[in-house]
């Protein structure tokens, strides 16, 4: 069975652009969650969607943005980047169906670099 | 609100000794309970979670923890340690009783494991 997939890998962007990360879940999840981790601030919550809704939200600007497409892939998108920015950023899939015990499964993340 | 503490920033341990990582939790109701870990420049990856039931639960690669209820703990433990067993560690909790609650992690615990 498929893992979580990620892309890309690595970003490099400047600052003031825009970056949009990717993330495919586990055939058959539903939820994808969105999962900041920058050097020092431990792993912070972004988003959460299940069935194409936003279920859940992060202590985080409207800059960050996303969306669930029909197929339960999702991205993430950055706008107006800023160097604090610069993270890696961990997609997670899950079954759905409001039940909080299911346990997340990670992809490898997208290193987004903000120069 | 719920929330995580990992009261260790790091653990170091001998080869072939007992390794235990603590994880105090804080929750409204009754917590679903959680332990990943992440090596270098990957994903977190699912070890073990308490639902119900037994307070001894056991996971992947030979770990196991223990819920009390009372001390509001959920320390992870291995009987004899690897090398390959350094990583970082994160413990985390979800509310029962919330649907849509996000899974609240600690700041996680670096393991190192000397030979």
């Known amino acids: 069975e498929a893992g979580v997939t990620q892309s890309p890998t690595h970003l490099i962007k400047t600052r003031g652009q825009q970056a949009t990360l990717r993330c495919s879940p586990i055939?058959?999840?539903?939820?994808v969650y969105w999962y900041q981790q920058a050097l020092g601030l431990g792993l912070q919550f972004l988003l959460w969607?299940?069935?194409?809704?936003?279920?859940n939200r992060g202590n985080f600007p409207p800059r960050f943005s996303g969306r669930q497409f029909p197929n339960y892939s999702s991205e993430l998108n950055v706008n107006a980047l800023e160097l604090e920015d610069s993270a890696l950023y961990l997609c997670?899939?899950?079954?759905?169906?409001?039940?909080?015990?299911?346990?997340?499964?990670f992809g490898p993340g997208t290193r987004l670099t903000v120069t | 609100a719920q929330s995580v503490a990992q009261p260790e920033d790091q653990v170091n341990v001998a080869e072939g000794n007992p390794l235990t990582v603590k994880c105090t939790y804080s929750?409204?109701?009754?917590?679903?309970l959680f332990w990943y870990v992440q090596y270098p420049n990957r994903g977190l990856q699912f070890l073990l979670k308490?639902?119900?039931?037994?307070?001894l639960v056991k996971g992947s690669y030979g770990f196991e923890a223990e819920f009390n209820k009372s001390q509001t703990s959920f320390h992870l433990k291995k009987p004899s340690a690897l090398v390959s067993d350094s990583a970082l560690y994160f413990c985390?909790?979800?509310?029962?009783?919330?649907?849509?609650?996000?899974?609240?992690f600690g700041a996680g615990t670096q393991v190192v494991v000397t030979p």
């Open positions: 997670a899939s899950s079954h759905g169906t409001h039940n909080p015990s299911y346990e997340q499964y």
């Open positions: 055939s058959g999840h539903t939820s």
């Open positions: 969607y299940d069935e194409g809704e936003e279920r």
């Open positions: 929750v409204s109701g009754n917590p679903y």
């Open positions: 308490y639902i119900t039931g037994d307070n």
């Open positions: 985390a909790v979800r509310d029962v009783s919330d649907s849509w609650g996000k899974l609240q």
